[in-house]
């Protein structure tokens, strides 16, 4: 009786084995699916492998690689990955610094109504990033983004009115936006208005 009982045991995990073999073999890869996607000109897949490679997720982190993804996803047309390899270029990472690429990327991406995207061209007018400095189409930008009830758009805007930059100084404004970014959790908003009530 214990030869059977010892047989069926060793059977029973030869069977396991064989099992958890062809699973691991024939189970679905989802990095392998996402490749595939992203080879057969998938921009959504071709950002997410991108994102994968920036952020060295189930795979070594290159920003090279994440490059090389987030160009081939922006040139087919996908609106987050024109806005991170703007971010790539304007950061240098993975590639040389080059503004004026950074600025066309956030400008191209801008066209689809992109809020990230319009901030950030804002923020490029603001500070001469890529472009002439324009303080004045900065702040006309950033206006519009507020209107969009962006919190980030709302504190970048009362940073505007605060200093006078690319408008008139003034402090009721700035302060009105503080609020409204506040009222929607925007912490810099937040510690701005703490820091006036001490």
Request: charged share 25%; aromatic share 10%.
């Amino acid at each position: 009786m214990e030869i059977i009982e010892v047989r069926t045991g060793i059977t029973l995990i030869f069977a396991l084995a064989v099992a958890l073999f062809l699973l691991h073999k024939y189970a679905a890869n989802p990095l392998k699916d996402l490749l595939l996607k992203a080879s057969q000109n998938d921009p959504e897949a071709q950002y997410k492998m991108g994102m994968l490679y920036y952020t060295g997720k189930r795979v070594a982190k290159n920003y090279k690689q994440a490059l090389v993804w987030f160009d081939t996803a922006a040139q087919n047309g996908h609106v987050k990955a024109q806005i991170a390899l703007a971010g790539l270029y304007n950061a240098g990472v993975g590639i040389p610094k080059n503004e004026r690429m950074a600025f066309e990327w956030y400008q191209r991406a801008s066209k689809t109504g992109d809020l990230e995207a319009r901030i950030n061209l804002a923020v490029c007018y603001l500070q001469g990033i890529g472009v002439e400095k324009n303080e004045n189409k900065g702040f006309e930008l950033m206006k519009a983004a507020a209107d969009d009830k962006s919190p980030l758009a709302y504190t970048l805007l009362a940073r505007l009115y605060e200093h006078g930059q690319g408008v008139t100084q003034d402090i009721d404004q700035a302060t009105r936006y503080y609020v409204l970014a506040a009222k929607q959790g925007e912490p810099i908003a937040k510690k701005v208005l703490e820091k006036r009530d001490k």
